[in-house]
């Protein structure tokens, strides 16, 4: 009777999850109303009240808003800023500058790390990708290469590290400190950027070179109306440094003094992106200040649709939370053998399944925290493994369901045989790479 109990709970667990991807991917149907709809699918089959649903829907909602909503507006005021004061085009040019044309493959993957950091992959490809065609005529790398490199730089700090929608969520919903998951998605976020980088030289040299468009200048060799180099990486670098120095404070100090107290105080995340916002403002030229209203009205918009996305996954995982699938899945399953493999799995065939990293992240989340227990992983650092989990599970694999998939090929000028050899197979490598990193750290 277990067994037919605990299958039924799965029918309707698959039956929500294949509401998401079928209204998401095939319907084009906004992935909040999936959401919402997926949790009355569940929350009906499970036999629970229509009012209890609703209910649970809004205290999911509003549990995650209250915890991540002013993250997620803030970084996202953030990348908006530097993206139009071009601060991103000048730390993109210093990095080419010291690492060399002749490595002009590794430079883009690294311009892709740390301007990924405040900007969204997207956005951060469409501004960045520019350099791809000059840099190949420069170096005759071709330009499978350089696009993949500077996409996949991108897309593994998207995937992993906050203030980025999908980590931050995940983050919210398994209870995560943001400082020490950013530290440590750092150490993952590198050895996934090489592994792109490194399919991307060898794949890419199969692809020949652009033709003969109309080319750009280099970021790097005008710096007259933008803002000097330091003042460029300063709002990048100040919030991460005060999150990941609070944590750590806290963790050496349970009774802190005075003035280790304005050191946690600063590196709260919200007052610690503020501060990242503020110095972004300085940056932005007194001529195009006019613009101000309309940049800070475009960084709400544009994190409102994320917020309603984390919203609903938050409602989601509110209602698989209360038809108890923890116990059903620790009586069937050999969770703890599998460890962090599960998560990684589950948020990968979401990934590959529907397309959206964000999307699939915050699915896995709200399936994921009510096992964490029969997982053996519901302590700090087995939680933060989890989240990390995820985050590599979101990176595997992004091909022709993912918008970020288009916005490469479409910028990039590739063909769909060159995206799916080189970039599609470098998120494979990359989700793989993180994945083993991560297991790694998880036996310290």
Not at 65 to 73: A, P, R, T, V, W
Not at 181 to 188: D, E, Q, R
Not at 409 to 429: D, H, I, P
Request: proline share 4%; with cysteine.
């Amino acid at each position: 009777m277990q067994s037919v109990g605990f299958l039924y709970l799965m029918l309707c667990l698959l039956a929500g999850i294949a509401t998401i991807v079928i209204l998401t991917v095939k319907f084009r149907v906004h992935a909040f109303f999936a959401l919402i709809l997926a949790c009355f699918v569940v929350g009906v089959g499970m036999h629970m009240p229509v009012a209890g649903i609703i209910e649970l829907i809004k205290e999911g909602f509003g549990n995650i808003m209250k915890s991540l909503s002013l993250i997620i507006i803030l970084g996202t005021t953030l990348g908006v800023l530097l993206e139009h004061s071009g601060s991103t085009t000048v730390m993109a040019g210093y990095i080419l500058k010291k690492v060399g044309e002749p490595r002009a493959a590794l430079s883009l993957s690294l311009t892709g790390l740390i301007a990924g950091l405040p900007l969204f992959c997207d956005s951060g490809y469409i501004v960045l990708s520019g350099l791809n065609k000059p840099l190949s005529r420069r170096t005759g790398i071709s330009i499978a290469t350089l696009s993949t490199c500077l996409a996949t730089g991108l897309y593994a700090i998207h995937c992993l590290i906050p203030p980025h929608p999908g980590a931050s969520a995940a983050a919210g919903v398994i209870g995560v400190d943001l400082g020490k998951l950013i530290a440590t998605g750092i150490l993952v976020a590198v050895p996934a950027m090489l592994t792109g980088y490194l399919w991307a030289v060898y794949a890419g040299k199969k692809y020949s070179a652009p033709g003969e468009e109309i080319e750009e200048a280099l970021p790097s060799k005008d710096f007259t109306d933008r803002p000097g180099v330091f003042r460029s990486f300063l709002p990048v670098l100040v919030p991460i440094l005060l999150i990941t120095v609070k944590s750590f404070l806290l963790l050496e100090n349970e009774d802190p003094s005075c003035w280790l107290n304005v050191f946690l105080v600063l590196g709260n995340p919200v007052v610690a992106l503020i501060a990242g916002v503020l110095l972004a403002l300085t940056n932005i030229r007194a001529g195009r200040r006019t613009m101000l209203n309309a940049l800070l009205e475009e960084s709400v918009a544009k994190a409102g649709g994320i917020l309603v996305i984390i919203g609903a996954g938050g409602a989601f995982g509110a209602v698989l939370s209360a038809s108890h699938i923890g116990e059903s899945f620790q009586q069937a399953l050999p969770l703890a053998s599998l460890g962090i493999l599960f998560p990684f799995l589950l948020t990968s065939l979401l990934k590959t399944a529907q397309g959206s990293s964000t999307v699939a992240i915050i699915t896995a989340a709200s399936i994921v925290m009510p096992l964490l227990t029969v997982m053996g992983l519901n302590d700090p650092h087995g939680r933060m493994l989890v989240v990390l989990a995820m985050g590599a599970g979101s990176m595997t694999i992004s091909h022709a369901n993912d918008a970020y998939f288009w916005v490469i090929a479409r910028f990039s000028g590739l063909g769909m045989k060159a995206m799916l050899r080189v970039y599609s197979l470098a998120t494979l490598f990359m989700g793989l790479v993180s994945l083993s990193v991560i297991y790694i750290i998880s036996l310290f």
